[in-house]
Every structure is written in structure tokens, then in C-alpha cells.
């Protein structure tokens, strides 16, 4: 049986590290710091839905179908995942009129999601 490897500690959550690898095969046993990637310390709700969002190749419309919800949610996981990553988030674009009824006439936004984005503006 295998374990899933924690990243972070379970008396005070700071950043684990990895201070010992060993081969299975040979027996090679290397020690020294080494640091997870910045996935590793995503919470498993970010992974999942980076899961997702990545089967669906970044296309909303499919990840909100694929989760059941809308399009401000998904935005707002997608901002959260960029945030836990460690990303300073960019002031939130204008989204133009233009873009809005060009993005619904695609059929890439509802209706509903079209006016919520023109009322957010």
C-alpha cells in the first residue's frame, strides 16, 4: 500500500520538505533538502478542479458544465488556485460590451452570465 506524500505538517501546517529519496530497484539512497513543486501544496479541492479545467483545455463553458456550476464560481476557483500558487492577482480586466455580446453570440456565456458580467463592469 502506498500513501499519498503530505506537503505540509500536521502539527503546524508550515511547508514540508523532502530530505531523503531511495531507489526501489538498486537500493540508492540520496539525502538532501529537497522542495515540492508549488502543485504540491495546493489543497485537494484546487487540485480537482485544476483537474478538471485542464481536461476541459481552459474552455469555462465545459468546466462549468462539468461541475454543475457557473461562471462567476469558476472564475472565482480559477482565482483562487492563482492565488494559492503564490500569483499576485491583476486588478480584474474590464470586460468590454463588445467582447460580453461576442462571447454569448459564441454561445461560450449564457445570457443570464452576460448581464451579471455588463453589471459587474
Given at each position: 500500500m502506498s500513501y499519498k506524500v503530505i506537503s505540509k505538517c500536521p502539527i503546524c501546517s508550515a511547508k514540508l520538505k523532502v530530505?531523503?529519496?531511495r531507489c526501489n530497484k538498486c537500493g540508492t539512497v540520496i539525502e538532501n533538502d529537497f522542495e515540492f513543486s508549488k502543485f504540491e501544496?495546493?489543497?485537494e479541492e484546487h487540485l480537482n478542479f485544476m483537474e478538471v479545467f485542464l481536461k476541459c483545455r481552459?474552455?469555462?463553458k465545459d468546466v462549468e458544465k462539468e461541475l454543475?456550476?457557473?461562471y462567476?464560481?469558476?472564475?472565482?476557483?480559477?482565482d483562487d488556485v492563482v492565488a494559492?500558487?503564490?500569483y499576485t492577482q491583476v486588478k480584474k480586466a474590464v470586460v468590454?460590451?463588445?467582447?460580453?455580446?461576442?462571447?454569448?453570440?459564441?454561445?461560450d456565456i449564457s445570457a443570464?452570465?452576460?448581464v451579471d458580467m455588463l453589471k459587474n463592469n
Amino acid at each position: 500500500m502506498s500513501y499519498k506524500v503530505i506537503s505540509k505538517c500536521p502539527i503546524c501546517s508550515a511547508k514540508l520538505k523532502v530530505v531523503k529519496l531511495r531507489c526501489n530497484k538498486c537500493g540508492t539512497v540520496i539525502e538532501n533538502d529537497f522542495e515540492f513543486s508549488k502543485f504540491e501544496y495546493l489543497e485537494e479541492e484546487h487540485l480537482n478542479f485544476m483537474e478538471v479545467f485542464l481536461k476541459c483545455r481552459g474552455n469555462i463553458k465545459d468546466v462549468e458544465k462539468e461541475l454543475g456550476i457557473s461562471y462567476p464560481t469558476v472564475r472565482a476557483k480559477l482565482d483562487d488556485v492563482v492565488a494559492a500558487l503564490g500569483y499576485t492577482q491583476v486588478k480584474k480586466a474590464v470586460v468590454n460590451s463588445n467582447e460580453v455580446l461576442d462571447m454569448l453570440e459564441k454561445g461560450d456565456i449564457s445570457a443570464q452570465q452576460a448581464v451579471d458580467m455588463l453589471k459587474n463592469n
